[in-house]
């Protein structure tokens, strides 16, 4: 953590990649070497880790993967095992696919993951249909709706870009004032609800782009290059404050 005075929470897919700027990104990274990047995805750890190293992009300070789901830290992404008994404790898939078996309308697309089950959903209604029978069950889920695939992916109710940020970010002791935040997705809502500073991309989806927060900088340029533009921005305000909330307490990030 030496040297480290600031962090970067980010979504990876359309907002690092995707839309050209990737290269430009790298060397901001490497201009800025204070700079601790945490990655926020929906990707599958091995995905995440593909991609990251593709692109040339910096050793994670943490990565939750799977929206949340799972968090890995450090260069060896080494699994957070309180997050992990976290999520088993109310997730239970199979309960969930025998529930929705049975809505018509509803058809079962196939598991990602332990973490992600997706559904094919035409009508939107069905949507709060799904909601109404599993909380009726007392299942506790994060639904999260693709509209435009007709993909309903069903995952733990914990499972949340927010919370594992919050989670990481107590567990290292770094203030949230010290944190940026940046996303373009659906899965990034909860990162722009005003707790961090924090950029959204000029190709972030429409609900997305409706969040209004002071502290939340709306770029006119989409993907690598939003996310460079945002940052400058931060770090020109003098963003650079004290990363750790205090010694006693941080965690070991080696
Ligand atoms: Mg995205």
Not at 59 to 70: C, D, F, M, Q, R
Not at 87 to 97: E, M, T, V
Not at 148 to 165: E, I, Q, T, Y
Request: hydrophobic share 40%; net charge neutral.
């Amino acid at each position: 953590m030496n040297g480290l005075r600031r962090v970067l929470a980010t979504d990876i897919d359309g907002t690092l990649v995707g839309y050209g700027g990737e290269e430009h990104l790298v060397g901001f990274f490497e201009r800025h070497a204070d700079l601790a990047v945490i990655y926020l995805t929906g990707r599958t750890r091995h995905n995440a880790e593909t991609v990251l190293r593709r692109y040339g992009f910096p050793t994670p300070l943490a990565v939750a993967t799977e929206v949340g789901a799972e968090i890995y830290w450090g260069r060896h992404m080494v699994m957070d095992d309180i997050w992990a008994f976290q999520q088993r404790q109310d997730w239970s898939p199979r309960r969930i696919l025998h529930l929705l078996e049975a809505v018509d309308g509803v058809c079962y697309r196939g598991r990602s993951s332990h973490w992600r089950l997706a559904f094919d959903v035409h009508e939107p209604g069905m949507v709060k249909e799904v909601r109404r029978l599993l909380t009726g069950e007392r299942v506790a889920v994060h639904l999260l709706w693709e509209e435009a695939d007709h993909r309903l992916d069903v995952l733990p109710a914990k499972a949340h870009k927010g919370l594992a940020l919050n989670h990481i970010l107590n567990r290292a002791g770094i203030r949230s004032r010290a944190c940026f935040v940046a996303g373009n997705g659906e899965n990034d809502r909860d990162l722009m609800q005003g707790h961090f500073p924090g950029v959204i991309v000029a190709n972030a989806c429409h609900r997305l782009k409706a969040s209004t927060s002071e502290v939340i900088w709306h770029s006119s340029r989409p993907g690598a290059y939003g996310v460079i533009e945002g940052l400058t921005r931060w770090c020109d305000q003098g963003a650079a404050k004290p990363l750790l909330a205090g010694a006693e307490g941080a965690a070991d990030l080696a």
